[in-house]
């Protein structure tokens, strides 16, 4: 079947450390996004890219990284510069319209 | 940037009633998009509407994009109705970059 992967589904991370969330499409979508979900909120974008070695920064892109070497992969990398890191991200895949969505990455701060 | 607004902002049903969620926003469109995010926090795909009606089941969509909104009707709804309902529609420029509204929070008692 085709879709979006998101993995892992619930990530911890430490004061002071980085972590990559992975986002895998295997719908030959050209363009991909990061969105980040706080509780009671709608989506805001971090990063998104419409082609590979190409991506350009959301509304919020401060304390994220990302790559887009494949078609099919995004990774997002939450950097130790992002202070309050606790939420809930959202990969996202389209050729045009319409937008589909992986389940998620609950990222949370020990 | 092109505003989205939504309301209501929370809804509460018995099962078996009948509701009309809306979107307005700000600017002419040509695609708007409706997603129901479940408990979960899956992101489901409703409706890719730039303008008429559209229905699927008990679900139907109706945008007028002349006047700037659209209107999600709900009808006999059921306790997995549940959930929050965003509409999403392109930011002006030539990328298919979505905003989002803040949704609808709804909630269907058995």
């Known amino acids: 079947d085709g879709g979006i992967t998101q993995s892992p589904k619930y990530l911890f991370r430490k004061e002071g450390q980085n972590v990559t969330l992975s986002c895998e499409q295997n719908l030959n979508h050209d363009a991909m996004y990061w969105y980040r979900q706080d509780p009671g909120q709608g989506l805001r974008l971090i990063y998104y890219s419409q082609i590979v070695n190409d991506f350009q920064k959301g509304d919020i892109a401060e304390g994220y990284s990302v790559s887009r070497e494949k078609k099919e992969s995004f990774p997002l990398t939450v950097t130790s510069a992002q202070k309050n890191p606790t939420a809930f991200y959202l990969c996202?895949?389209?050729?045009?319209?319409?937008?589909?969505f992986g389940d998620g990455t609950r990222l949370s701060i020990l | 940037g092109i505003q989205v607004e939504q309301s209501p902002p929370d809804l509460i049903l018995q099962e078996g009633a009948n509701s009309t969620l809306r979107c307005n926003f700000s600017?002419?469109?040509?695609?708007l998009q409706w997603f129901h995010q479940n408990p979960w926090g899956q992101l489901i795909n409703l409706f890719y509407i730039p303008s008429g009606t559209k229905q699927n089941g008990r679900l139907s969509a109706t945008t007028v994009a002349t006047e700037r909104y659209s209107l999600l009707y709900i009808s006999s709804s059921q306790t997995t109705d549940s959930g929050v309902y965003f509409c999403?529609?392109?930011?002006?420029?030539?990328?298919?970059?979505?905003?989002f509204g803040r949704g609808t929070s709804l909630i269907v008692h058995p």
């Open positions: 999403a529609v392109p930011s002006s420029g030539g990328s298919y970059i979505p905003t």
């Open positions: 996202a895949s389209s050729m045009g319209t319409p937008q589909h």
């Open positions: 600017d002419s469109v040509n695609n």
